[in-house]
């Protein structure tokens, strides 16, 4: 059984120790709380709310320190930057910068990352349902890798590509039956999940994917969850059965030259103390160390979720039966992680005199008619009158991402942060372009029979 969300029964930690563990924020005495050196109500001001804010020093370091943890374990592996954690282009583009391909899981996704300048030789394809039109996608770009997640879609891939007159480079996901004790919506490395397929079955079907004509079958593929944050023996697991499977084939005569080790790496919202890169890097060695293979990466959350907030406006303050009720104008079709998953997020108060204020309880919610439309319950604020701004915190991934347009709600607006200067990197969506596409069938020219 995957464990349980973990209780929380440890106080919340405080606004200054919050803080302290985020060094793109810091709360200036007079401007307020600022990312890098732009105060966020300066931006709310410019751009308004509610508003995605990045810190590309924050994205630049995250890349770097983990790149270097790689290099310092002696590994030679590339990164594929999760696109679904954040796939702004100029996110993907700051990353690709800094040497990061991409892993993408759709059509949009990888026509995305050709957009945002990663190189189509730094592009996997992961995920369980890829269409015959994404893959002739991905065979006409000429990605680095398809990870093919079952026998039927090698199958498919193999007459896809026959149809193109090419061979599809491709790694078989293995599913390695271990438990990233994660939450039971974000753990896919057991046998009951949808993703990869059983280790056991994985040797007779490399052979049948050498033996397709339009496969060219690189080497193995897992990726056992996401946020996770209990060590990291739950991966050393999952590559030393890797590792053996590697062995295994090879010994049969089969090629296999590269591995895939997926993402999953988990960062501290509330409390948690995820293992370092350093950790994972030495998992990574034990396993899959002194093989010559060429090793991926391909972390999301890690490198993006620390360096983004959501940046909201107090629209009313309400007082109910015992309760206090702060109502925002984010919602869960902005943030959906606390809806979706329970997650806890840091929420700080923007104003230097709020920051300091008396707290109490409130319950932190946003507009939308519906109950879960809630991103904390008894959380220690302090008075937030109309119009006070707040920041929610490690949004930058699995944010706008997520994001919905439930309630006729327009996309929030992105912008990323360097230094002291700011740049809007996605507008905020009008309501016209909301509309836009639809119609109201008039006359009978509109109906096809
Ligand atoms: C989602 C996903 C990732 C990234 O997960 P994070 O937890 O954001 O690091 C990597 N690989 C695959 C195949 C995924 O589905």
Redesign the pocket.
């Known amino acids: 059984m995957p464990a349980p969300a973990p209780a929380l029964d440890s106080p919340d930690p405080g606004f200054d120790e919050l803080l302290a563990r985020r060094p793109a924020l810091s709360m200036d005495p007079l401007a307020g709380l600022a990312m890098e050196d732009v105060p966020l109500a300066r931006i709310a001001a410019a751009v308004g709310t509610p508003t995605w804010v990045y810190s590309a020093t924050t994205l630049r370091r995250r890349a770097g320190a983990l790149k270097r943890a790689l290099a310092e374990a002696g590994l030679a592996a590339s990164i594929h930057f ?1 696109t ?2 954040n796939p702004s282009l100029a996110v993907v583009n700051l990353l690709a910068r800094e040497g990061l391909g991409a ?1 993408v ?1 759709s059509e949009g996704e990888l026509l995305a990352a050709r957009a945002a300048g990663v190189p189509a030789s730094g592009i996997v394809f ?2 369980v349902g890829k269409t015959a039109r994404e893959m002739r996608l991905a065979l006409e770009e000429d990605i680095l890798q398809i ?1 093919v997640e079952s026998a039927e879609e090698a199958e498919m891939l193999s007459a896809v590509a026959q149809g193109l007159g090419r061979r599809a480079r491709c790694a078989l996901r293995v599913n390695p039956d271990v438990d990233a004790r994660t939450h039971a919506k ?1 753990t ?1 490395g057991l046998t009951e999940n949808k993703f990869g397929v059983p280790i056991a079955l994985a040797p007779a079907l490399y052979a049948r994917m050498c033996a397709l004509p339009g496969l060219e079958p690189v080497g193995l593929a897992v ?1 056992i969850g ?2 996770i944050t209990q060590g990291v023996a739950s991966y050393a697991a999952a590559y030393r059965r890797l590792g053996e499977l590697v062995r295994a084939l090879r010994a049969v005569g089969h090629p296999v030259r590269r591995v895939d080790c ?4 988990g960062i501290s919202y509330r409390d948690e103390s995820p293992a370092s890169p350093e950790a994972l890097a030495g998992a990574i060695k034990a396993g899959l160390g002194g093989l010559d293979l060429a090793l991926m990466l ?5 490198i993006c979720g620390p360096a983004g907030v959501l940046l909201s406006e107090v629209i009313i303050e309400k007082q109910g039966l015992g309760r206090r009720f702060v109502i925002l104008d984010a919602a869960m079709t902005e943030l959906l992680r606390p809806a979706m998953y329970e997650a806890w997020h840091g929420i700080l108060p923007v104003s230097p005199a709020a920051f300091r204020a008396p707290l109490s309880a409130a319950d932190v919610v946003g507009p939308v008619c519906e109950s879960s439309d809630t991103f904390a319950r008894g959380r220690m604020l302090p008075p937030l009158p109309p119009h006070s701004l707040v920041a929610f915190l490690d949004a930058g ?2 944010g706008a991402s997520m994001s919905s347009t439930y309630n006729a709600r327009p996309l929030a607006a992105e912008v990323m942060v360097e230094g002291a200067r700011f740049a809007v990197i996605r507008e905020r969506q009008s309501h016209a372009a909301l509309l836009a596409g639809q119609r109201i069938p008039a006359s009978s020219a509109d109906w096809v029979t």
């Open positions: 999760a679904k954690a892993d899981v992961s995920g990870n974000i896919t990726h996401s946020q997926g993402g999953g790496l391909e972390p999301g959350r890690w991934a699995y």
